[in-house]
């Protein structure tokens, strides 16, 4: 791609990848896809592409690290070195590190632990191609892992950001529109119980940008929402009619 301009990516409302303002990226959503996890996803974000797996509840290891009250929520947010156009270290970075907090913490709201004391839920999340809105879209994914193995939850988190683009509002920016951006608000939310349960914001917004940016994130957390329940519902639909096909 040429070299552009913040200018360059917002010209007559349209954006450098043919999008609007309001539009989300194509999104594709399949859960249960490994065989060896408890509960797996595989999720498409525009050009990212990542895989989830979700072992537990199983016995904590270390043995230190269990709760008596609730079950150990540990994440791993990955880049595989192959996942960007320079090559990075396998090696975990600091940024992995802090995402992996962050997912996990937008996770823990809607994941009943407690019904597991003394136990571990792992949640591993393998970026193999990133386009900006990674953390989103592991979010998602780990959400539909999370329900394939099994786990109580008290909702789906659906994730989402917005930016700003030349001064302009923009939903969900690709990794060229966020390095030229000028601002990016990751929102994850629990529709259900009206819950946001992650809220980051990189850059500077005006106090009306930012009520209007979050709302336009929720909006469209619900649209993902919704993507996520038709996604379990399709694998679940498919797992009864081979059922019923191998009674016949």
Request: hydrophobic fraction near 40%; charge should be negative; charged fraction near 25%.
């Amino acid at each position: 791609m040429p070299q552009l301009s913040p200018e360059d990516l917002f010209r007559n409302g349209i954006r450098v990848d043919g999008r609007r303002w309001n539009e989300l990226r194509p999104i594709r959503m399949e859960v249960g896809v490994l065989d060896k996890a408890d509960g797996s996803a595989y999720v498409e974000h525009g050009k990212n592409k990542i895989l989830v797996a979700v072992y537990g509840p199983r016995e904590a290891h270390p043995k230190h690290i269990a709760l008596p009250d609730r079950a150990t929520i540990k994440c791993r947010y990955h880049m595989a070195p192959f996942s960007v156009e320079e090559r990075k270290s396998p090696a975990p970075s600091r940024r992995e590190i802090e995402i992996s907090k962050v997912i996990r913490e937008a996770l823990e709201p809607a994941i009943l632990s407690e019904y597991y004391p003394r136990t571990s839920i792992d949640i591993f999340i393998e970026v193999l191609q990133s386009d900006g809105g990674s953390r989103c879209a592991g979010i998602n994914g780990a959400s539909l892992a999370l329900a394939d193995a099994g786990i109580p939850m008290r909702d789906l988190v659906a994730a989402c950001a917005v930016g700003k683009i030349a001064g302009h509002l923009a939903l969900d920016l690709s990794d060229v529109e966020d390095k030229l951006g000028e601002a990016d608000m990751p929102v994850a939310y629990m529709p259900t119980y009206n819950s946001v349960t992650l809220l980051q914001m990189d850059g500077v917004f005006t106090h009306d940008e930012f009520a209007a940016g979050l709302e336009l994130a929720v909006e469209n957390c619900k649209k993902i929402y919704q993507m996520q329940k038709e996604a379990l519902r399709r694998q679940y639909l498919e797992i009864g009619s081979e059922g019923i096909e191998a009674n016949r």
